[in-house]
């Protein structure tokens, strides 16, 4: 496959759009590794190989096991999520597929149950980013494979409360 065009070269504000959205989720004090998860679940569901690869490789620089991550796309079936986890990746994915389903009475009262009001509405901030990215990135054929995280300084503890960034998609 050959990617279409760099849109963040073509139009920088456009990609500086979505970046600002990801600047506020970054610090809106949900888990890192939360964000990472639902980053990964909406990008299974949207075909986003590019965005795949991207959040596999950042949860993994964070910490996350390979057992989680190949259970993300199966985790309604998978023991080692939190409440707080299956919540947020059920909301994820009503999100993502709001046409199909719009979004579930129970799927909210769930994720109201383990999330604040103002989490909710930064959660879905964070979905409604990685959706953007997504299409993005499947619109202009990001090439999967291309990413790579950003090198931890030694000194640096893992950032709990910082979120991966699109630079490319």
């Excluded at 990617?3 to 500086?16: F, H, I, K, T």
């Excluded at 999330?115 to 979905?127: H, P």
């Amino acid at each position: 496959m050959k990617q279409r065009l760099d849109y963040g070269s073509v139009s920088p504000e456009a990609r500086d759009a979505i970046y600002g959205i990801e600047k506020y989720v970054r610090h809106c004090g949900l888990e890192t590794s939360l964000l990472e998860l639902i980053r990964l679940r909406a990008s299974q569901i949207n075909g986003c190989a590019y965005c795949v690869d991207m959040h596999s490789k950042d949860a993994r620089a964070e910490g996350e096991t390979e057992q989680r991550l190949y259970a993300v796309s199966v985790w309604r079936e998978a023991p080692f999520f939190t409440e707080r986890e299956r919540a947020a990746l059920a909301w994820t994915e009503a999100v993502t597929l709001v046409s199909q389903d719009q979004v579930p009475d129970g799927v909210f009262e769930a994720a109201r149950k383990q999330f604040s009001e103002k989490e909710l509405v930064d959660l879905t901030m964070a979905i409604i980013a990685i959706n953007s990215w997504n299409r993005m990135a499947i619109s202009f054929r990001t090439l999967a494979g291309t990413y790579q995280p950003a090198p931890r300084k030694k000194s640096e503890p893992s950032p709990s409360g910082k979120a991966s960034v699109h630079g490319a998609s």
